[in-house]
């Protein structure tokens, strides 16, 4: 998802406008999840950027988008971009840690 959000529409409340972009930034998320992985995958990850425009987006943490977004609200911004990439990846998993067999006595 490669799109620019407008918070201005002449119908429409400036704070419904950005719970609307919100969810449909959450369902977008949601979709891709759900989408069945390729082999040698077990997740996806989001390559997220966000700006004014896209040239100016920077490199973003999913979880970061609400307070981004009220953020622009507050600074008066009439627009703003986002960009969603969904990739799959691989985590693996972390190692166990190693218990002694000596008890402790202390």
């Known amino acids: ?8 529409h002449p119908k429409k409340q400036p704070e419904r406008m950005v719970e609307a972009i ?6 977008y998320m949601k979709r891709e999840r759900n989408k069945v992985l390729p ?3 077990n997740y996806w990850a989001f390559d997220c950027q966000f700006g ?9 943490r999913p979880g970061d988008f609400n307070k981004l977004i009220d953020a622009a609200v507050e600074a008066g911004q009439t627009e703003f971009y986002v960009e969603i990439v969904a990739r799959a990846d691989f985590r693996a998993a972390k190692p166990k ?3 002694d067999d000596e008890t402790f006595e202390g």
């Open 1 to 8: 998802m490669k799109k620019t959000f407008s918070l201005s």
């Open 52 to 60: 004014n425009t896209e040239d100016e987006a920077t490199e973003v």
């Open 97 to 99: 840690a190693v218990e």
């Open 39 to 41: 082999k040698d995958t």
């Open 22 to 27: 919100k969810h449909e930034l959450k369902k």
